[in-house]
């Protein structure tokens, strides 16, 4: 009798030093001490969202279809806009030359064609004749529409989709293996940046070089070696890019790189998780300082909210300083405080992140575009306080 | 004067009456009534469930917080033996959830060692416990072991000599400590409070 019950105490004391070996980084009663409800701004919970500008005073998100609301603040809740009719599923979007360029499907052949607007919910059909195949991808960077196809061709378009030229320079004919393939496009420092998923490339329209990070091998253990996203850094003439095996590749003066000027991180995120939607933030804290953050979101194949990385720099090998980006579940992206409400973002996969600079030139909001889990804000609560709240 | 007297003579043999049928109904009773007594080695096994009521939190300052949990549910099983006739010791293990504001899930898994103290009104016990030991708290990938404290009332009608069902009113006291060395900042310190109201069914053997 006395062993059976000395067994069974062991057991129980086993299972429960098994499970409390996983802890995050807030106390439990803690946490719910500080919890609140997360408001709902009118955004569909569970939407998937890859696009948002900010034109007039405004921003705009593509979410399936189309919200508007006040930048910097200005309003709380989003406004669904009228999609072009016949036409859902708007998730691409950009601006050029303040007008609004969408692409939405059509509810008859399921395939997406592209629209402009300016925001009032009319919308003109552009003439995208000239793209044979099937739209595929749009970016829009330096008021240059971008547009590929589902063979994998690159269009582009300088008088506002008037009219689309297939850009014959690239060395290979078709970059883009799949409808839904990794495909960026950023401008800066006087040139724009192409990822074509398994190649990134510098240089105009019309005219690019390879600058390719170098990489031993598969990036990945047998998957395909995919660039994810681009993200140009105006104040530090930086460009970086990610990988699906989650590993963040920095360049300086990106406009006269080559491919051996990249320095690539010596960690990487979460074994498996790819890294996607990329943002450099320069946050004010509370000793006067500025702390200088690089944020990566996860991928669509892992879904583990986002990564800060501290101090990016590239003057060292060790530019993701002075640990591998380390999961921040729950938190602001300043480990002084904590976000209770942040425990949904901490499980999306982040397509892309968007700043809303406000006019004061310190304060801003930034936004995280999820794979089906909704659309994500990251506002100052006060003092240095940050923190999330699902739209 | 007399009339008093004689009322008062009347009333006392009315009494007399009275307390004598109820002393013999009470003696005829006892013929079929099995009279609690227990000795060292008689065991006993619960069965409680009921409502979880968070009540506060404070911290090291002492500054009271709000749990910002709903009502929840709870559960335990436990056994017991009897020490002496009145003192019972054993184990408990527990159960409860509540939701957070967001609809997550706080679990928390209380291990203890209970001794009992009981005071009897046949048919009715009254008993008087405290448990302590380990408890585990679960928030999503939140988790974290720490000592608790349940002390508790009961009062339980029994059946018969096996069978007996009550009610509890336990507190929940857990002083979630952090050292620091860890993940989680010292200052995330807090001490839950928590109540417990449940119904039991218990079984001797």
Redesign the interface.
């Known amino acids: 009798m006395g062993k059976k019950?000395l067994s069974i105490?062991l057991i129980?004391i086993s299972i429960?030093?098994l499970?409390?070996?996983?802890?995050?980084?807030?106390?439990?009663?803690?946490?719910?001490?500080k919890?609140?409800?997360?408001k709902n701004y009118a955004l569909p919970d569970h939407c998937t969202s890859e696009s948002m500008i900010k034109t007039g005073g405004y921003l705009y998100v593509a979410a399936s279809s189309i919200y508007k609301k006040q930048a910097e603040g200005g309003e709380l809740d989003w406004h669904k806009i009228k999609s072009p009719s016949g036409y859902h599923n708007v998730t691409e979007m950009g601006l050029a030359n303040d007008t609004i360029f969408i692409l939405a499907y059509d509810s008859d052949d399921a395939k997406p064609y592209l629209f402009s607007g300016t925001g009032d919910g009319t919308w003109e059909k552009k003439d995208t004749s000239a793209i044979e195949k099937t739209i595929s991808r749009m970016r829009v960077a330096n008021n240059t529409i971008f547009i590929t196809d589902r063979e994998g061709h690159l269009y582009y378009s300088n008088d506002d989709g008037a009219s689309f030229t297939q850009d014959t320079s690239l060395t290979d004919s078709k970059l883009f293996s799949t409808s839904t393939g990794n495909f960026d496009m950023v401008y800066g420092g006087g040139s724009y940046y192409l990822n074509a998923q398994y190649k990134l490339y510098r240089g105009n329209p019309g005219g690019w070089t390879e600058f390719t990070p170098t990489h031993d091998g598969k990036i990945w253990k047998d998957k395909e070696d995919v660039f994810t996203r681009l993200y140009y850094d105006e104040d530090d003439d930086r460009l970086y890019t990610a990988d699906n095996a989650g590993y963040i590749y920095a360049v300086d003066s990106p406009s006269g790189a080559s491919g051996t000027s990249w320095v690539k991180s010596d960690h990487h995120a979460r074994s498996g998780m790819g890294l996607q939607g990329l943002i450099v933030l320069r946050i004010p804290t509370s000793n006067g300082s500025t702390r200088t953050l690089l944020v990566a979101g996860s991928g669509i194949n892992a879904g583990h909210g986002y990564y800060i990385v501290d101090n990016p720099r590239t003057s060292e090998r060790k530019y993701l300083d002075p640990e591998p980006p380390r999961n921040r579940?729950y938190t602001t992206i300043i480990s002084d405080y904590y976000d209770y409400?942040a425990?949904?973002i901490s499980k999306a996969a982040i397509n892309s992140f968007f700043i809303d600079e406000y006019a004061d030139g310190t304060s801003f909001d930034f936004y995280a575009l999820t794979y089906g889990y909704g659309v994500w804000k990251n506002t100052n609560k006060g003092g240095y306080e940050r923190a999330w709240n699902q739209e | 004067m007399k009339n008093l007297n004689k009322k008062l003579i009347l009333l006392l043999a009315l009494l007399v009456l009275i307390s004598g049928s109820l002393f013999a109904a009470s003696d005829d009773d006892d013929e079929d009534t099995y009279v609690e007594s227990f000795s060292l080695g008689d065991q006993m096994f619960f069965i409680n469930g009921g409502v979880f009521i968070p009540l506060f939190?404070f911290d090291r300052s002492l500054d009271v917080?709000?749990?910002?949990?709903t009502l929840g549910g709870t559960g335990s099983l436990c056994w017991q033996v009897f020490l002496t006739n009145h003192l019972s010791l054993g184990?408990e293990?527990g159960g409860m959830f509540a939701l957070?504001?967001?609809r997550?899930v706080?679990y928390m898994?209380p291990?203890t060692v209970k001794a009992t103290y009981w005071f009897r009104f046949y048919p009715f016990e009254i008993p008087i416990s405290l448990g302590l030991g380990?408890n585990?708290?679960?928030?999503?990938?939140?988790?974290?072991?720490d000592f608790i404290a349940k002390p508790a009332v009961g009062f339980y009608w029994n059946f018969n000599e096996e069978w007996a069902f009550g009610a509890n009113v336990t507190y929940w006291f857990?002083p979630?400590i952090?050292s620091g060395s860890?993940?989680?900042?010292s200052?995330?310190?807090?001490?839950?409070n928590f109540m417990d109201v449940s119904l039991s069914v218990l079984f001797r053997f």
Do not use: W
């Open positions: 019950i105490a129980f429960y030093l499970i409390s070996c996983n802890e995050s980084e807030i106390g439990v009663f803690y946490g719910l001490s919890e609140e409800k997360v579940d409400n425990f949904n | 939190f917080m709000e749990t910002n949990l184990g293990l957070s504001p967001n997550r706080l898994i291990l380990g585990l708290s679960i928030l999503e990938e939140a988790a974290h072991i857990v979630q952090y860890g993940k989680v900042q200052s995330h310190s807090m001490f839950g």
